[in-house]
């Protein structure tokens, strides 16, 4: 399984951005992906989740109605997943470097991270 995030940037506190995650290889029964975000001095934090029958089963309290997490499985075993995370109405908490994961009972796969900067 290859997780690869993009879309990071810096935005304006208010602002809008949506990172993506694409999942490649032997991702077509995957079932749970979502986002943590990162940042110094604070442990990795679980932004959101969402399953492989796009249940959103957490979303951090701190980002409720302004994150949505989406998830478009692949139709065939060789076709890609993608994850996405539209981030509305930014705020300065909301930066840190991003990163996408794809689990299955008793293994994780990891994407590289992408980095979010908010300037207030």
């Known amino acids: 399984v290859q997780l690869q995030a993009s879309g990071g940037g810096s935005v304006q506190a208010g602002g809008s951005l949506t990172i993506s995650c694409i999942a490649s290889g032997s991702i077509f029964n995957i079932n749970v992906m979502g986002w943590y975000r990162e940042t110094p001095g604070k442990e990795r934090e679980l932004v959101a989740r969402?399953?492989?029958?796009?249940?959103?089963?957490?979303?951090?309290?701190?980002v409720k109605g302004r994150f949505t997490i989406s998830r478009d499985n692949a139709k065939t075993p060789n076709d890609k997943t993608t994850l996405r995370l539209q981030m509305t109405v930014m705020e300065p908490e909301d930066a840190g470097v991003y990163s996408c994961?794809?689990?299955?009972?008793?293994?994780?796969?990891w994407g590289q991270g992408t980095q979010v900067t908010v300037s207030s």
């Open positions: 969402i399953t492989r029958d796009n249940i959103v089963d957490y979303v951090e309290e701190a």
């Open positions: 994961f794809a689990a299955n009972p008793g293994r994780t796969y």
